[in-house]
């Protein structure tokens, strides 16, 4: 399968907590990236983090890569009922982006 | 900022038919777009590249005559799901990557039903 894998499957938290996501992917890339996905919508593009960074921070997202390990987590810090939404990895290697299994992020108010 | 148009945002259609679905960029040129295909509570699955002005580039598994691409200008593809069958339904998505921005801009999305 061309597809990395991302974990938890499904995340439940309160308003006002942190939600870690992580991402697993199978080949060299150029950057990972991190999408959200609304309900039936498109994707949004929320970061991009080179090959060659370890960590980058964007507003409430911190991202962090492990080459080495092939690995890649998403932290949302003082999440909100909006933040409620699917989110995805996305490993870009010879310009074409292959996507993570995805994580279904539940913010409860 | 950059945006990618997508229509229909909704089609259903018989069993057999074919249906044609639009990716434009409103605001920056395209030499390259993607189409991916999406089953519900799943990941996104790249399709093809579909490349202004040359053929498309399909992933391993896709059907080139069932999923017919072109890119005839530099700010529009089309995706053309031809003989389509219920298996068909799924929502498809399509992208493009503006120059000057670093992630890829997608479309709203096209849901087709195929009944």
Known sequence: SQ?????????????????????????SINNLQWYRQNSGRGLVHLILIRSNEREKHSGRLRVTLDTSKKSS??????????????????????NKLVFGAGTILRVKS | GAVVSQHP?????????????ECRS??????????????????????????????????????????LINHASLTLST??????????????ICSARPVSVYGYTFGSGTRLTVV
């Not at chain 2, 945002?9 to 679905?21: P, W």
């Not at chain 2, 605001?27 to 993607?34: I, K, L, S």
């Not at chain 2, 089953?39 to 896709?62: D, I, R």
């Open chain 2, 26 to 67: 409103l605001d920056f040129q395209a030499t390259t777009m993607f189409w991916y295909r999406q089953f519900p509570k799943q990941s996104l699955m790249l399709m093809a590249t579909s490349n202004e002005g040359s053929k498309a580039t399909y992933e391993q598994g896709v059907e080139k005559d069932k999923f």
């Open chain 2, 79 to 92: 995706l053309t799901v031809t003989s389509a069958h219920p298996e068909d339904s799924s929502f498809y």
């Open chain 2, 9 to 21: 945002s909704r089609v259903i259609c018989k069993s057999g038919t074919s249906v044609k679905i």
């Open chain 1, 73 to 94: 987590s998403l932290l949302i810090t003082a999440s909100r009922a909006a933040d409620t939404a699917s989110y995805f990895c996305a490993s870009e290697g010879g």
């Open chain 1, 3 to 27: 597809q990395g894998e991302e974990d938890p499957q499904a995340l439940s938290i309160q308003e006002g907590e942190n939600a870690t996501m992580n991402c697993s992917y199978k080949t």
